[in-house]
């Protein structure tokens, strides 16, 4: 991250914050076919296209907008490495989110189950993660403002996901599942090999976010817990082709759980 595009990002959410009036403690980052959490809270929305230093969206089912109140802030859109955004824009979520207030973030992704015990359907606490990406969004010069560090040039990842979320998340919802997220850059799907590799690795679900953003949210100091929606098996374990419309619709028709789930954690978390 280049300490001018994280200070012109933090200048924008001070913008917003005398804007809005609004400093919430909580950020999320939906995942795809997941807009519809945003729906719960009553927000100031702001498009994304207010924000000119964030980059557009291009994904279907990532609106582009960010949802404020003065609890939380939402950013309903991401940006995917595979969009050919920046190892910087890819993270502008998290510093926008960290530029408003907020200390602790919330990730959610829609994600291929890898593990033979997950189903479309099925919600996973994320509990670890493998970084198959290729790139760290902290490569670079390590970032400053007003001469200090943002963060620690080798920051600790031996914690990542809060295990008081994960432990919160199975008290609210008692079917959940827990495990590894692996990211790769996609947008191809993996092939059946490279799913058999990734489950010898230790992954439990696949996709192609969420690990920039935790990795850069953690070194900025802030409290991650995330969860992965299984939408699909993974490529080889079922017997359909894998289309990104089916991924956003299980998204859309399993939302109403996440929705529950997610307005218990949160609600926990903006009082702990
Ligand atoms: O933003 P997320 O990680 O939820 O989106 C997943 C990964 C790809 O962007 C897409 C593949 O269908 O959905
Ligand atoms: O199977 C998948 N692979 C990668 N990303 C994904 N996002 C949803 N499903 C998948």
């Known amino acids: 991250m280049k300490s001018e595009f994280i200070a012109d990002v933090y200048h924008a ?6 804007t809005t009036g609004y ?7 939906l995942g795809s076919g997941l807009s519809s959490l945003a729906e719960s809270y009553e927000c100031t929305k702001v498009p994304y296209g207010d924000i000119p230093v964030l980059p557009k969206p291009t994904v279907e089912g990532h609106r582009g907008e960010l949802y ?7 950013c309903s859109g991401r940006f995917h490495y595979y969009e050919g955004h920046s190892p910087d824009n890819v993270v502008s979520t998290v510093a926008l989110l960290k530029g408003l207030g907020c200390e602790r973030l919330i990730v959610t992704n829609a994600a291929g189950g890898i593990n033979t015990g997950f189903s479309p359907g099925d919600i996973m606490i994320i509990e670890d993660h493998i970084n198959h990406l290729g790139f760290n969004p902290l490569m670079g010069p390590n970032p400053q403002i007003d001469g200090t560090d943002l963060g620690a040039r080798f920051p600790d990842m031996s914690r990542v996901y809060s295990p008081a979320f994960a432990a919160k998340a199975q008290e609210l919802d008692g079917d959940l599942k827990q495990g590894v997220y692996i990211a790769v850059t996609g947008p191809s799907y993996e092939t059946p090999a490279e799913i058999r590799a990734f489950s010898a690795m230790g992954a439990d ?11 850069f949210a953690r070194y900025l100091g802030m409290e991650v817990g995330g969860l992965s929606l299984i939408t699909n098996f993974a490529a080889g374990l079922g017997h359909e082709e894998l289309h990104h ?23 926990w978390w903006l009082k702990e």
């Not at 404020?68 to 939402?74: F, K, P």
């Open 13 to 18: 959410a001070a913008e917003i914050s005398k």
């Open 245 to 267: 419309d089916e991924v956003v619709e299980i998204g859309r028709k399993a939302a109403d759980r996440m929705k529950k789930l997610v307005a218990g954690l949160v609600d």
């Open 205 to 215: 679900a696949v996709g192609m976010s969420t690990v920039p953003e935790a990795i």
């Open 23 to 29: 400093r919430p403690k909580l950020g999320m980052i």
């Open 68 to 74: 404020i109140n003065e609890d939380i802030a939402i």
